[in-house]
């Protein structure tokens, strides 16, 4: 499909959209503590996006897909199905929520510790937080996407991490999955060159070890292949005339 330029009314639904997805985050971090099961968390959002938002969770049946939100847990590196198994000390967790609201979409993520973690999860999950923030912070009208992932995919790299590349961010609208792609590697000058009005995600998967992956027999989740730690973060970002808006900005964050 051609990349939709949101009209003024597009971008206040999803304003709408995108702060209500934050706002689900915001309302399950203190549940995510030791003993509780990813299941547990999928069924207190799916109450509070029904219920107290009076919205729809973008996942349930979206292609199959059997839950209201993403769990992944330590090396899942996305589309984790939410179970029966309990968190435990030390766990790493990303929670990804996209609702639906009067037709348009919100979509967000982040990682939770699961009481101390240890000196690699603090670090693979500050290193992910900081591409992302390194890609939202280049946006503005005439910044190409393959500048975007090329200083995401550079910054990862120095640190001795690696990037996914068979999954990426996404325009997003109306329809939960836009285009364009949106990579987190890449060439500079290339790919899509950004306008006033596109609204898209950028939400790097950074991995300790290689970038490889492998999908489970679920044919959802998405783990990494040496079993090394994976973390992402993700906003959905408006391009403005001068710059960008972080329309999925949780209350107290910096993004």
């Not at 997805?21 to 995510?32: E, F, H, K, N, S």
């Not at 209201?68 to 766990?91: A, R």
């Not at 639906?100 to 982040?110: F, L, Q, R, V």
């Not at 490889?212 to 994976?230: G, R």
Request: proline share 5%; charged share 20%; hydrophobic share 35%.
């Amino acid at each position: 499909m051609p990349v939709t330029i949101k009209t003024p009314e597009e971008i206040e639904k999803m304003r709408i959209a995108g702060r209500l997805a934050a706002d689900v985050l915001y309302m399950i971090r203190p549940y995510i503590v030791p003993g509780i099961t990813t299941e547990e968390l999928n069924n207190i959002c799916h109450e509070y996006i029904t219920n107290t938002q009076q919205a729809i969770p973008a996942p349930l049946n979206y292609h199959g897909f059997p839950k209201s939100i993403c769990t992944s847990v330590n090396y899942v590196v996305c589309h984790g199905i939410p179970n029966k198994k309990q968190l435990k000390k030390g766990d790493i967790i990303n929670v990804d929520i996209t609702v639906i609201k009067d037709g348009y979409h919100g979509d967000t993520s982040k990682m939770f510790f699961v009481g101390e973690p240890s000196t690699i999860a603090k670090r693979i999950t500050q290193i992910s937080y900081e591409c992302m923030c390194i890609g939202i912070e280049m946006i503005k009208p005439g910044v190409y996407l393959g500048d975007i992932g090329h200083a995401i995919q550079t910054y990862a790299e120095n640190n001795n991490y690696s990037i996914v590349r068979e999954f990426c961010g996404h325009g997003i609208g109306r329809f939960f999955h836009e285009d364009p792609q949106v990579l987190h590697y890449g060439i500079p000058g290339t790919q899509l060159r950004l306008e006033e009005g596109m609204i898209f995600t950028i939400e790097p998967m950074v991995n300790v070890g290689k970038r490889h992956i492998k999908v489970l027999s679920d044919n959802w989740t998405v783990v990494t292949k040496d079993h090394s730690l994976s973390a992402q973060w993700e906003h959905t970002i408006l391009v403005t005339r001068d710059g960008f808006e972080v329309l999925t900005i949780r209350p107290g964050d910096h993004y």
